[in-house]
Structure formats: C-alpha cells, structure tokens
C-alpha cells in the first residue's frame, strides 16, 4: 500500500522536489478528474497544506492513517491540521453574561422590543426584485411578528464563524445542480457572500473570524470569487461534509469555541449558507452542546443567503417558508436570530 501511496505522491508533486502544495494539489486533481469521489480527500489534503507544503513521508503517514481509520479522512488523520498544532486553551478569565443589546433599547436584552419604522435590508430589496413583492412584504411582517430586530453587540465579547463561503454555491455544482433557474435561485446567497465580504475587510483583524468548508470537487472547493483579498490564503478553517459544524469531532471546531470561551468571549456569530440548511442545524447544535457554558449563538440574516425559492411560503412548512421555519426553529433553541448586527 505504501508503494502506492507514494506514487500517487509523485503523480501529485508536479515540480519533483518531495513536497506538496495546494497549489500542485489543486492543478493535479482537475488535471486527474477527481471529482465528487475524491472530495474528502482534496478537503483534507488541502487542509493539511493550509500552512505549508506535506512532504512524502508526512503524506504516506496521513493516508495511511485515512485508510486505516473507519472514519477515513474525517476522522483522525484531522488531528494533524494546524488547529491542533497549538494549544487552544489559555488561563480561564472571569466570564460575564453575552454583551448582546437591541439596537435603538439600550437597557434591554429581549429579543421582539419595539422599534421604528426600521429601514428595508438589501435583503428585502432584493427579494423585491427576483421573486415578488408579497414575498417580501410577507418576510418582512413575518420578521417583526417574531421581533426579530437589529441587535448591537460588542466586539470584544464575540467572534465570527462563516459558514461554508464557497464557489460551488454561486458559481460551482451546487449551483448547477438547481437547474435553469439557478442563477435566480442563488442570488440571495450571492448578497449574503457580498456583505459577509464586505464585513471582514471593514474588520480584518478586529474580530476573530473563522470559516468552515463543505468538501466538494475542484473549482468548487475554493472561496467564492468575492472574498479574494479579503480572506487570507493561509486562512484555517473547519471541515465540514454535513449541515452540522460539530461533525466530524476531529474538526477543530470544538476546541476553538473552547479556546476562545476560555478567554472570556461568550457570543458566536454565525452565517453565511444556507440559512435553512447548514447555517440553522449548526447554530442549534451549537447553542445545544455549549448551553452548560452560557455560550450564545446569533444568527446574522443579513449575512447569511438561502434559495430564492426558500423565501416563499410553501404547504410543506404549513404556508410559512422554509427559511421562516429555520428563524422559528433557531430560536426555539435559544438561538438570537438578528436582522442584522451592529459591532460596536
């Protein structure tokens, strides 16, 4: 098996000089058609590389470890990512409650307190245009029915975790997979991907920010196209083949909210995509298994995309949306659902 291993690193290693690359990895898989198949693989292959190039014998180890882990490559082998390279816990702090306001109420915490005449988000404006205006006036009603409202939250008390800001849901074969109406479909997480963009450049180094990533074929895999320059090419993030961030366990994902918590940051922002989908199982989940450490998990609308058509009300959610179901679900755990957010 070895043999064969280190053959495939030579297939791999396009200049021969014993290490691999993302960048080699990344020419090497689109030149070799992998595809769905072998979208684990390129996942962690290009997250062992995150930081510098694996050499042969660190590669022959890894796969080793995947063919040998009834996890295959989500399972051990992720151990050996940067995440774990240092320790994420430092001298625990004394930890006050989340610093978590409504906009325009100072003195309160409650999520539904009144205020007026909040301008449209570019989210109803868009929903406006692509899908109809009763579609958007229904979300907007439905929203303020919830009081679901602009939350203000200071910066030294929380971080960010974007989920899954890939190129396959805007340009890639997730995309291709909704069919003649997929650009429509997508533009909603096209202006979430927009604003979260936006976001960290305006925050870059301001706020602690981490991403996650859904295994998916080359030319899928990568950042949307909007994030270049604003995320860093060395940038970790955690692996995630589900809806769920915690899973799978050797992610990294737990140790850094443990990390992070440890130094007295009690809020994770969530968004990113999609809102019914991935962005809602983690943030449940996630309020769910830290709810012991008063962690609080907000979900961010304005920067978090979902299908066009999962803004239309539908029998199968008994005439609600499937993203007003998600908002309906997420704070039914506990989760503060946000029209948008005001770092302060």
């Not at 066009?308 to 539908?314: A, K, L, Q, R």
Request: aromatic share 10%.
């Amino acid at each position: 098996m070895i043999n064969s291993i280190g053959e495939l690193f030579n297939i791999l290693d396009l200049n021969k000089n014993g290490e691999l690359s993302r960048s080699e990895l990344h020419v090497s898989a689109r030149r070799m058609g992998w595809h769905w198949k072998q979208a684990p693989l390129l996942a962690v292959l290009d997250l062992l590389a995150v930081r510098q190039p694996i050499s042969k014998n660190n590669f022959i180890s890894y796969m080793t470890q995947i063919f040998e882990d009834p996890q295959g490559p989500f399972g051990k082998v992720l151990l050996n990512a940067p995440h774990f390279s240092f320790s994420t816990a430092s001298k625990r702090t004394d930890i006050s409650e989340p610093k978590i306001g409504v906009v325009g109420n100072e003195n309160s915490k409650k999520q539904g307190s009144k205020l007026a005449d909040p301008p449209p988000t570019e989210m109803m404006s868009l929903l406006k245009r692509i899908a109809h205006l009763e579609v958007a006036n229904t979300y907007q009603k439905f929203l303020e029915t919830e009081g679901v409202k602009k939350l203000k939250i200071e910066t030294d008390g929380a971080v960010l975790l974007v989920i899954d800001p890939q190129r396959s849901f805007t340009h890639g074969v997730w995309m291709k997979s909704i069919g003649p109406e997929a650009e429509v479909e997508v533009k909603p997480i096209q202006l979430a991907f927009d604003t979260c963009a936006q976001w960290i450049r305006k925050n870059s180094g301001r706020i602690e920010t981490m991403f996650t990533r859904c295994p998916f074929p080359p030319c899928s895999y990568d950042w949307d196209d909007v994030f270049s320059g604003a995320i860093d090419v060395t940038q970790l993030y955690f692996i995630k083949p589900g809806n769920s961030v915690l899973y799978p366990i050797t992610n990294g994902f737990r140790e850094w909210v443990k990390g992070f918590m440890d130094k007295g940051k009690k809020t994770l922002v969530m968004a990113g995509c999609t809102l019914n989908s991935c962005v809602r199982k983690s943030s449940i989940e996630t309020q769910r298994y830290f709810k012991d450490r008063k962690l609080q998990v907000v979900v961010d609308l304005s920067m978090s995309g979902a299908r066009t058509s999962n803004f239309i009300p539908s029998v199968l959610y008994d005439g609600s949306s499937a993203v007003e179901s998600a908002v309906r679900e997420m704070m039914g755990a506990g989760v503060w659902v946000a029209e948008s957010i005001q770092w302060v």
